[in-house]
């Protein structure tokens, strides 16, 4: 069973900076399709970035320019460096990998308010 644990939510100003970290218990975390989903309170989860297992990028246009996702292989950890942070930002985010399968982390909430 691959568990993914997410961490680096917190309360920050907006404008301010966060960074998201992901570490997956998986084998060939190389071979996983990464992403990063959000949910605020009263809505949908959402998309915001995903990265393949080749390293390729794809942002939800609501944070293009603001967010990367990144990952680092050697380590099993995905990243999301959020800059630039709005309070329409606030919300829980989650981990999701995938290979053959969905697996889903527990999510760690950030904040965004002054």
């Known amino acids: 069973q691959v568990q993914l644990v997410e961490s680096g939510g917190g309360l920050v100003l907006p404008g301010g900076s966060l960074r998201l970290s992901c570490i997956a218990s998986?084998?060939?975390?190389?071979?996983?399709?990464m992403a990063w989903y959000r949910q605020a309170p009263g809505k949908q989860r959402e998309l915001v970035a995903t990265?393949?297992?080749?390293?390729?990028?794809n942002y939800a246009d609501s944070v293009k320019g603001r967010f990367t996702i990144s990952r680092d292989n050697a380590k099993n950890t995905v990243y999301l460096q959020m800059n630039s942070l709005k309070p329409e930002d606030t919300a829980s985010y989650y981990c999701k990998g995938n290979y053959l399968r969905d697996y889903w982390g527990q999510g760690t909430q950030v904040t965004v308010s002054s």
């Open positions: 998986a084998r060939i975390f190389s071979m996983y399709a």
């Open positions: 990265v393949t297992s080749g390293g390729s990028t």
